[in-house]
């Protein structure tokens, strides 16, 4: 990325809309390896540690996918 004394509006509109679009990929990447991980029989506690967050915290945002 360049110096942001050397970006345009346009350039930095552009670097929002990629961020914006790899943060929804990251979302994304991070649903389906939690599933995997439940499907293997990771609690909730392993998923937060491994994510940082805590087990109650992994639970709310992804206990659907338990179904």
């Known amino acids: ?8 509006r ?3 509109l552009a670097e929002l809309g990629d961020l914006h679009r790899r943060q ?3 979302d994304a990447d991070r649903t389906l390896t939690v599933s995997r991980a439940r499907a293997l029989g990771l ?7 491994e994510l940082n967050m805590t087990r ?6 992804w206990h659907h996918l338990d179904r």
């Open 43 to 49: 609690t909730w506690e392993e998923i937060g540690l």
């Open 56 to 61: 109650q915290s992994a639970w709310e945002r």
């Open 24 to 26: 929804l990929d990251v």
């Open 10 to 12: 346009g350039d930095v």
């Open 1 to 8: 990325m360049p110096l942001y004394t050397t970006m345009t």
